[in-house]
């Protein structure tokens, strides 16, 4: 996947996710804003089951190569809220 495509998918992803958060944030305007610092994502929460869901749907029949299979699981480690109930 070209490594615009997968940047493009991350964010989709990123937004989606944090826009179902508790509490809702937009991801995209406080990453423009530069507003997020610190443990910023701990303050948001969404279900392990809810944030896989929406990866397979942006994933979907894609088939991603190892290196973009690991570079999506760090982009989700280190930036998609906290799991919760």
């Not at 490594?3 to 423009?32: G, T």
């Not at 990866?55 to 999506?72: E, F, P, T």
């Amino acid at each position: 996947m070209r490594r615009d495509n997968l940047s493009d998918m991350v964010w989709n992803i990123l937004q989606d996710m944090y826009a179902e958060a508790d509490p809702p944030m937009d991801f995209k305007v406080e990453c423009a804003a530069d507003r997020l610092h610190g443990e910023w994502y701990a303050r948001h929460v969404l279900s392990e089951e809810r944030q896989q869901a929406i990866i397979k749907k942006h994933v979907g029949r894609k088939r991603l190569n190892r290196l973009d299979q690991s570079a999506l699981g760090m982009a989700m480690l280190n930036w998609s809220p906290k799991y919760g109930e």
